[in-house]
Every structure is written in structure tokens, then in C-alpha cells.
């Protein structure tokens, strides 16, 4: 956890050393990654030992991993972020501002790679796992596909009734999964634009998407605090998990395959935290339920399988491991 504030907190995956990872039972301190400014929100690279902090002095900071130091500094001005994503070969860094500005670097250099002017501020910003397409769209409009070096046309999504709230490519990065707001889960073929099933069992809209690692299903959270699995080829329901107490904002499937990591939402009170949730893919036995002191600003899974989350500290990043 992308994508509105709430979806800056979406999953995603990070790259760690490659030595057996030993199960845990309650969180572990992973230590502080220390930033030169007070960090608003943070991403992980999925392939490279990178990560990328938005700082409060209006900079994108390149970090690497784990030691935390500095790669590269990329000034935003005053712009009002609402949207930030990093593509998972950290090659590329991408903003959407308040005013519809959507600005992608290459974050190695902190050369502007293309700009791109939405109508309003994008509700929209994810790039596929192999860093070549960016999604994007305005708050409520069709998801446009862009190469993510040039900001050249790929394709366009349909145009739901209430845009697009949430959005996930398939690790193959050939599917598009999309919750939108008119309450359908929807799969598209992402170089087309085609859409090629749909599921229309929610009763509220679809908050959060996710693939499977093969690809053949997508999980989908929604405001009814239901999971449900999805045959991605069919859009049929596979099945219906237990209504949980709170509705899911998050979520995202192990590099294995073999768990799911979901953040809740407090809906009572969305300025605090509630549970993360690690669960058995295969039977949905929960492993680990932990309420975080704070709101996260990041978390995700590693390469090698630990999942990791992040936590605004007084010295930078504070880092918990969960698995």
C-alpha cells in the first residue's frame, strides 16, 4: 500500500540479502533508516536495494538499502503531492500533484523523464512490476497506460461510473486489475486496454486489488469488510472469506504465493491504525496480528520473503519486520 493518501500505505516489495528468512511470531526492530528530513511517505524498489522517501522539505530522496545513504535528491518545489510511486526496478520515480501534474524521473540520475497533465489530481499512479508501464488517471476518469520512459500512449482502461479507486498489475505485468467505483473488480489486458472479465458481487466499492503470484486470481477488498478470491480468466468468485471488523485498505500476496499481508482501516477514525494482518493463502489461518502504535508509510515484502513496515521516527524511519 497505489494512489490517493490512504493508498500510499499499499504493499509493496522490497529487496533484502538472499539468507533463509526464520518465522516469527510477534514484530522484530529492524533498526532506523536515517533521513536528512522528516519523511512523509516512503516506497521500496522490488528488485534493487533502494528505496525512495518524500520528505517534508518538498524532495524525493533516493536512499539505499540498508544502510540508508543518500543516492540521489530530487526537488518537487511547492507542488501538493498527492500521488507518489516508484517502479519496481527502481529506475523510475513518479508524482501527481493537487493540480493534475504528473511528473516521472529516472531516479538514478534525477533526470525528468516526461510530464504528463491530467484534468484533476490523479486518483491513479502505479507502475507494472517490470518498471516499463505506468498507470495513471484523474480522479474518476479512464486509466490511461503510459511507457514509463517516454510517457508514450500504451492503452486505455473503460470508463467506469466513478473512475478507478484502486489498481494492480499481474507480475507478468499482461493483466490489469481495477476496483472501481461503480463496484465492479474488473481484469484488462494491459496492452490493449481490453477488458476481459469482471466481477459484479461487491456491494461497495472495491478499496484494494491484488494478484496472485501466478496471475490466475485477484483478491479484492471492498468497503462490505469482505476478501474475496476472483478467477482472473472468468471474473467468477472463487471464494468469500469471513467478514472482518474492520474494512481492509491494503494488501498484497508474498513472493511465494504463499501468504497475504492486509492492512485495516479504522473507519471510525482513519488518522489511526488498526490491525496488519499476515494470513495463510491456503487455508487463511492467521499467522501474525499486530496493532501498530502509529500509522505506517510504508511496508512490504522482500525478495527473500520478510515483510517489512515503516514508521515516521524522530531520527528518519523506524523499520519492524513481521515475517
Known amino acids: 500500500m497505489s494512489r490517493r493518501s490512504l493508498a500510499l500505505l499499499a504493499l509493496v516489495v522490497v529487496t533484502a540479502c538472499s539468507k533463509p528468512v526464520p518465522e516469527i511470531t510477534a514484530p522484530v526492530d529492524g533498526g532506523i533508516l536515517r533521513v536528512a528530513s522528516p519523511v512523509a511517505s516512503l516506497l521500496f524498489a522490488r528488485t534493487q536495494p533502494t528505496a525512495v522517501a518524500r520528505t517534508q522539505d518538498h524532495k524525493l530522496r533516493v536512499l539505499s538499502l540498508p544502510d540508508g545513504k543518500e543516492l540521489r535528491a530530487i526537488d518537487y518545489g511547492d507542488r501538493r503531492v498527492v500521488a507518489l510511486d516508484f517502479s519496481p526496478d527502481g529506475s523510475s520515480v513518479a508524482i501527481g500533484d493537487w493540480t493534475g501534474l504528473v511528473s516521472v524521473w529516472a531516479a538514478d540520475s534525477g533526470q525528468l523523464r516526461f510530464e504528463q497533465r491530467l484534468s484533476k489530481y490523479p486518483g491513479v499512479l ?169 500509522m505506517p508509510i510504508a511496508g512490504g515484502w522482500t525478495s527473500d520473503g520478510r515483510l517489512l513496515v515503516a514508521f515516521t521516527a524522530k531520527e528518519g524511519v523506524q523499520l519492524w519486520r513481521l515475517h
Open 126 to 294: 502505479t507502475f507494472s512490476p517490470d518498471g516499463n508501464r505506468l498507470a495513471t488517471a484523474a480522479q474518476g476518469e479512464p486509466v490511461q497506460i503510459l511507457d514509463a520512459r517516454t510517457g508514450a500512449p500504451v492503452a486505455t482502461l473503460g470508463s467506469p461510473v466513478g473512475g478507478t479507486l484502486a489498481l494492480a498489475f499481474s507480475r507478468d505485468a499482461r493483466l490489469v486489475a481495477t476496483g472501481d467505483g461503480d463496484t465492479v473488480v474488473r481484469v484488462h489486458d494491459a496492452a490493449t486496454g481490453k477488458e476481459l472479465a469482471s466481477n459484479r458481487e461487491f456491494l461497495m466499492v472495491p478499496l484494494a486489488v491484488a494478484f496472485s503470484a501466478d496471475g490466475a486470481t485477484v483478491l479484492a477488498a471492498s468497503g462490505d469488510k469482505f476478501v474475496t478470491i476472483i478467477d482472473a480468466a472468468t471474473g467468477k468468485t472463487s471464494r468469500k472469506h469471513d467478514r472482518t471488523s474492520q474494512p481492509v485498505m491494503a494488501l498484497d500476496v508474498s513472493p511465494d504465493g504463499k501468504s497475504i499481508a492486509t492492512i485495516f482501516m479504522k473507519s471510525e477514525d482513519m488518522t489511526q491504525p488498526d490491525h496488519l494482518v499476515l494470513r495463510s493463502m491456503d487455508t487463511w489461518q492467521s499467522q501474525l496480528d499486530w496493532l501498530p502504535p502509529t
